[in-house]
C-alpha cells in the first residue's frame, strides 16, 4: 500500500486519476507480493548445506550404532559357538 499512497499524494490534484492510479498500484503490489517469498540461490545454498551437515550428523551418529550392534552380535555368536562345542563334546561323551 506505500507506493498506492505515494502515487495517490503525486496525483491528488486530479482526484478521479490519482485514485484509479493508486488502485493500480496496489493491484499490482498484491500481485508481486508471492515473489518476495521465493526462495534464492543463496537460500538454496543455505539450506543446501544444512541438510548435508545433518546427513553426515546421522551416518556418524548410525555408524556407532552399527559398530556397537556389531561387537554384540559377536559376542553372542562366540558365546553360542563355545556352547554349541560344549553341548557336541558332551554329547559325543554320552554316546561313547
Known amino acids: 500500500m506505500g507506493l498506492a499512497v505515494k502515487v495517490y ?9 490519482a485514485k484509479v492510479l493508486s488502485e493500480v498500484v496496489d493491484e499490482l ?6 515473489l518476495r517469498d ?4 543463496g ?7 544444512a541438510l548435508q551437515k545433518e546427513i553426515e550428523q546421522v551416518r556418524l551418529s548410525l ?3 552399527i559398530e556397537q550392534v556389531r ?3 559377536i559376542k553372542w555368536v562366540t558365546g553360542l559357538l563355545l556352547v554349541q562345542t560344549g553341548v557336541i563334546i ?5 554316546i561313547k
Open 9 to 17: 499524494e503525486a496525483f491528488k490534484d486530479d482526484e478521479k486519476k
Open 29 to 34: 503490489e498484491s500481485r508481486f507480493s508471492p
Open 38 to 41: 521465493v526462495a534464492t540461490k
Open 43 to 49: 537460500d538454496v545454498e543455505l539450506a543446501k548445506l
Open 63 to 65: 555408524q556407532k550404532e
Open 71 to 73: 561387537a554384540s552380535v
Open 90 to 94: 558332551s554329547v559325543i561323551t554320552l
